[in-house]
Nanobody, 123 residues
Framework: VQLQASGGGLVQAGGSLRLSCAAS????????MAWFRQAPGKEREVVAT????????YSVDSVKGRFTISRDNAKNIMYLEMSSLKPEDTAVYYC?????????????????WGQGTLVTVSS
């Protein structure tokens, strides 16, 4: 499956962005999906995950209440709605797909990765 992330950009602190991850070449509903991010000089970290049917989600504590992950299996798209953005949210955001039916948080469980989209939050 091929993943294409989009929607990143420059936004002021307190602003909002919506990231999209479009999937092609596979059965999107067969995969758990996730957003990861990597800031300069830091390791890649999980942001949010969602299981194959969208019933179960997970968000890292630092984004709870601000970011929402969702998916539309009919359109083969996953979203990350981000609000109340902070400068520490600045990173390259990657979408990923896993053959697992649950929604793991470790990057090692993910089989396919998108190219990343840069989110920059200015103070």
């Amino acid at each position: 499956v091929q993943l294409q992330a989009s929607g990143g950009g420059l936004v002021q602190a307190g602003g909002s962005l919506r990231l999209s991850c479009a999937a092609s070449g596979g059965s999107f509903s067969n995969y758990a999906m996730a957003w990861f991010r990597q800031a300069p000089g830091k390791e890649r970290e999980v942001v949010a995950t969602i299981n194959w049917n969208g019933r179960y989600t997970y968000s890292v504590d630092s984004v709870k209440g601000r970011f929402t992950i969702s998916r539309d299996n009919a359109k083969n798209i996953m979203y990350l709605e981000m609000s109340s953005l902070k400068p520490e949210d600045t990173a390259v955001y990657y979408c990923a797909a896993s053959f697992r039916m649950d929604n793991p948080s470790s990057p090692g469980w993910y089989d396919y990765w998108g190219q990343g989209t840069l989110v920059t939050v200015s103070s």
